[in-house]
């Protein structure tokens, strides 16, 4: 079955604590991004990578870091988490013959 | 600059039609889509346009692009209760296969 997973689901942490949310993807896509949704505000793009070690920022990159050392997988770090990057991220993946975006099932993070 | 837009709430009836509209600033998009994202789930695409296209039909769902006015709709034909959900529309944008930019999201609301 073709999807995008992620993990963890739900993380709550502390200020300044680094940790990693990772994204799988078992199309072969070479196009991956990382996407926060906040209420009133939709969904804003993080991150993107359009294959191994190619990434560039999207609208919202500050505090954020990324990395594809291989094609189906695109870890968002965050090295220093703030509150107010609580939030709900979404890792997709893009590609095929429709060209369709395929989205991962979200990770509630909450930083305190 | 790019943006998209959409009213943040919707109430229908059951059995009735869902219209769920949505403005966009960029004529360069090539494709518009439209993505159901249900109560604790990722975004799952639900159908996409071409920029070239004025209609497009799938099942009960029908989208009209007009070009002119950047102004795109979706109509839901007898809505029922598990169609309730938050609808995202989305552009691609300028920056093409980058990125999709996308709306606040509508809230659609099946009541009996």
């Known amino acids: 079955e073709a999807q995008v997973t992620q993990n963890p689901r739900y993380l709550i942490t502390v200020t300044g604590k680094k940790l990693t949310v990772t994204c799988s993807q078992n199309?072969?896509?070479?196009?991956m991004s990382w996407y926060r949704q906040d209420p009133g505000l939709g969904l804003r793009q993080i991150y993107y990578s359009m294959n191994v070690e190619v990434t560039d920022k999207g609208d919202v990159p500050e505090g954020y870091k990324v990395s594809r050392k291989e094609k189906r997988n695109f870890p968002l770090i965050l090295e220093s988490p703030s509150p107010n990057q609580t939030s709900l991220y979404f890792c997709a993946s893009r590609g095929g013959v429709t060209d369709t975006q395929y989205f991962g099932p979200g990770t509630r993070l909450t930083v305190l | 600059g790019e943006d998209v837009e959409q009213s943040l709430f919707l109430s229908v009836r059951e059995g009735d039609s869902s219209v769920i509209n949505c403005t966009y600033t960029d004529s360069s998009s090539t494709y518009l889509y439209w993505y159901k994202q249900e109560p604790g789930a990722g975004l799952q695409l639900l159908t996409y346009i071409f920029s070239n296209m004025d209609m497009k039909q799938d099942q009960r769902l029908t989208v009209l692009l007009n070009k002119k006015d950047k102004h795109l709709s979706l109509r839901i034909a007898d809505t029922q209760t598990g169609d309730s959900a938050i609808y995202f529309c989305?552009?691609?944008?300028?920056?093409?296969?980058?990125?999709?930019?996308f709306g606040a999201g509508t809230r659609l609301a099946v009541h009996p």
């Open positions: 199309m072969n896509h070479e196009y």
């Open positions: 989305a552009e691609s944008g300028s920056g093409g296969y980058n990125k999709l930019i």
